[in-house]
């Protein structure tokens, strides 16, 4: 039996007098999935998550909760919450009355909302600092009180837009852990707003990749690096080498032209001192070393082919140098072909 898409977002345009920052988006989102919405600035994926929170109305479209349109309701009379960018806490409430806020707006009554809010900060490890204020705690700790609050009334969507982006790298990264693991505990569906590619692969269960207001792909994050669908997705996730070849990949076009273009990632690039030492049957290119960068146990080879630049990156130390004269080889079934 065929499951019904728990969110299912039709056709959705937004236009803000010339400019149209959403065009005609549709978005099917199972029950209990993280999802993030990833692209560059400007691509419209916070526009569609305040479509889809009620903050703002679409030109046109629908969105559609656990079978019910909710396209015109109001923010607070929709099954969701939403936890956004500056955290938004009430600066002269303690942790425990921010996160009881929600539910005595709800009719619980005081002693009960205060149970349910402990009951939530000890989810998010915050329990034992339930009197300070948000002043008197740091970025990760005021971010979990956020968390908090969004997700004690039991809401059956939860939006993040960007909650991570005021951390610290390595806080960042914990909280990435953190997050996704308080999502599979509560089985609430998450949808992300970010423009890293890393934290969207790290915690996504598929991500919807976004581009001048329209979805480019939607897969799990290992497709989408391996098989992009367009050239802005395959650029766009991590690094990657276009390569002109033939119609059937199986060799690089280096003179001439040719409207086929094949997508590698770097890892698989590799970089031989020798023709003899390439695979018989991979495809080598010769090649001029042009820099050379070491970076957290990766060397980074940036090589030259005629008018072809290249890029092929491995681990531990590299024996080339500057200006060596190498051949590039790569087995063509790590080659991704037809990329527009």
Known sequence: MIQSPFLTISNISKVFGNYKALDNVSLDIKQGEFISLLGPSGCGKTTLLRIIGGFMQPTQGNVVIDGEDITKLSPNKRPLNTVFQNYALFPHMSVLQNVAYGPMRHGVSRQDAGKRAIETLEMVGLAHLATRRPREM???????????????????????????????????????LELKQLQMDLGITFIFVTHDQEEAMAMSDRIAVMSAGKIEQVDIGKEIYRKPKTRFVADFIGDANFLPVSPNGSEVILQGSTSHVGVLRPENLHVFTSERDVPSDWISIAANVEALTYVSGTSNVYLKAGQLSLHAKTYGGSTFNASSTVWAGFDPANLHLQVA
């Not at 969004?150 to 993040?160: E, G, R, S």
């Not at 610290?168 to 990264?173: E, G, Y």
């Open 138 to 176: 740091s970025g990760g700790q005021q971010q979990r009180v956020a968390l908090a609050r969004a997700i004690v009334n039991k809401p059956k969507l939860l939006l993040l837009d960007e909650p991570l982006s005021a951390l610290d790298l390595q806080l960042r990264k914990h909280m990435q």
